[in-house]
């Protein structure tokens, strides 16, 4: 790389508190390359993320056969799909095409690959375990899109705590809602379909997080005491309320996130990866729905409460 690329590169990553070490080994460099080539050939974000489904969904059904060299290829179509997934984003970044349409694509994408992987694994077990294995699915997935959701709101809050809300996605389900209401299927039928499942998901979001959300309520509050009280003079208390919030209170949450940040990472795509190649590997893929009900499962649950413990006592601190 040239130093100009390597300035490009390091400009495409997110911030270094939620990236994860396989990625800044691997995914990201790949991914940049990609982006390099995406942005020579004109290619949109969004596009990339179509592509990474199509291989995502690709390796959903290579998973069906009890083949292990097709498994293996499974794997590499799982693997060429998050190298998409990385790439959207860091071309996103690279050429400031940023969209609401986009982030929601691409949070969907990684739903794609994996109900594709859940049905073709219960499609292989039917003869053996008949109905039972698509009860498992569904129980499955379900907690899978609970964990993956909970992650990706974390994260987000974590990069609100570092950069304020230009350097993060967490959106708040009113907000959601009413745009929602006000966008006509007849204008725009793509963003309306996708924007009533991102409304769900922000909602089913805010829904597990009580303590965060009367925390925002609180910040909230605050910051409408403060601009008013800057109107009337600089040394108003509402203005120091909102410049505390600012300089100390941000940088504390930060610091109480920041051990929480590995965690949510363990529930995002890479540890995922390798515990599905692990149960293909061994022929056994109910491996990875049983690493899911247990290893998953305990861990989003430890992070929830550590985070909703931590936001309570943010609130008392503001209270």
């Given at each position: 790389?040239?130093?100009?690329?390597?300035?490009?590169?390091?400009?495409?990553?997110?911030?270094?508190?939620?990236?994860?070490?396989?990625?800044?080994?691997?995914?990201?460099?790949?991914?940049?390359?990609?982006?390099?080539?995406?942005?020579?050939f004109?290619?949109?974000?969004?596009?990339?993320?179509?592509?990474?489904?199509?291989?995502?969904?690709?390796?959903?059904?290579?998973?069906?056969?009890?083949?292990?060299?097709?498994?293996?290829?499974?794997?590499?179509l799982?693997?060429?799909?998050?190298?998409?997934?990385?790439?959207?984003?860091?071309?996103?970044?690279?050429?400031?095409?940023?969209?609401?349409?986009?982030?929601i694509?691409?949070?969907?994408?990684?739903?794609?690959?994996f109900?594709?992987?859940?049905?073709?694994?219960?499609?292989?077990?039917?003869?053996?375990?008949?109905?039972?294995?698509?009860?498992?699915?569904?129980?499955?997935?379900?907690?899978?899109?609970?964990?993956?959701?909970?992650?990706?709101?974390?994260?987000?809050?974590?990069?609100?705590?570092?950069?304020?809300?230009?350097?993060?996605?967490?959106?708040?389900?009113?907000?959601?809602?009413?745009?929602?209401?006000?966008?006509?299927?007849?204008?725009?039928?793509?963003?309306?379909?996708?924007?009533?499942?991102y409304?769900?998901?922000?909602?089913?979001?805010?829904?597990?997080?009580?303590?965060?959300?009367?925390?925002?309520?609180?910040?909230?509050?605050?910051?409408?005491?403060?601009?008013?009280?800057?109107?009337?003079?600089?040394?108003?208390?509402?203005?120091?309320?909102?410049?505390?919030?600012?300089?100390?209170?941000?940088?504390?949450?930060?610091?109480?996130?920041?051990?929480?940040?590995?965690?949510?990472?363990?529930?995002?795509?890479?540890?995922?990866?390798?515990?599905?190649?692990?149960a293909?590997?061994?022929?056994?893929?109910?491996?990875?729905w049983?690493?899911?009900?247990?290893?998953?499962?305990?861990?989003?649950?430890?992070?929830?409460c550590?985070?909703?413990?931590?936001?309570?006592?943010?609130?008392?601190r503001?209270n």
């Open positions: 790389m040239t130093e100009a690329d390597k300035i490009q590169y390091r400009a495409s990553l997110k911030h270094p508190d939620v990236e994860e070490p396989i990625d800044l080994w691997f995914y990201r460099p790949v991914g940049f390359r990609v982006a390099l080539l995406g942005r020579r004109g290619w949109t974000p969004n596009q990339i993320t179509i592509a990474s489904i199509f291989l995502g969904v690709g390796c959903g059904i290579l998973c069906y056969p009890q083949d292990l060299w097709l498994n293996l290829l499974a794997i590499v799982l693997i060429l799909a998050d190298i998409g997934d990385s790439a959207d984003g860091q071309l996103a970044r690279l050429t400031h095409q940023y969209s609401q349409l986009g982030r694509l691409d949070g969907a994408a990684g739903d794609f690959w109900a594709a992987i859940y049905i073709a694994i219960a499609l292989r077990l039917t003869p053996e375990w008949g109905i039972w294995c698509w009860v498992m699915a569904i129980v499955t997935g379900i907690c899978h899109a609970q964990q993956a959701a909970m992650a990706d709101y974390y994260r987000q809050f974590h990069l609100f705590c570092v950069n304020g809300k230009q350097g993060s996605e967490l959106d708040d389900a009113g907000d959601v809602a009413r745009q929602y209401a006000e966008t006509k299927f007849s204008a725009d039928p793509v963003l309306k379909v996708f924007l009533w499942f409304r769900n998901y922000t909602k089913g979001q805010e829904r597990l997080t009580p303590q965060f959300q009367k925390l925002r309520r609180r910040l909230r509050e605050e910051a409408l005491k403060g601009s008013k009280g800057s109107k009337g003079s600089k040394g108003s208390k509402g203005s120091k309320g909102e410049e505390r919030g600012e300089e100390g209170f941000w940088q504390s949450l930060r610091q109480q996130s920041l051990p929480l940040m590995p965690i949510a990472n363990a529930l995002t795509f890479n540890c995922r990866a390798i515990t599905l190649f692990i293909l590997m061994f022929g056994m893929p109910w491996l990875y049983a690493a899911e009900l247990t290893i998953f499962n305990v861990l989003c649950i430890y992070m929830v550590r985070h909703e413990a931590m936001c309570r006592k943010a609130l008392l503001l």
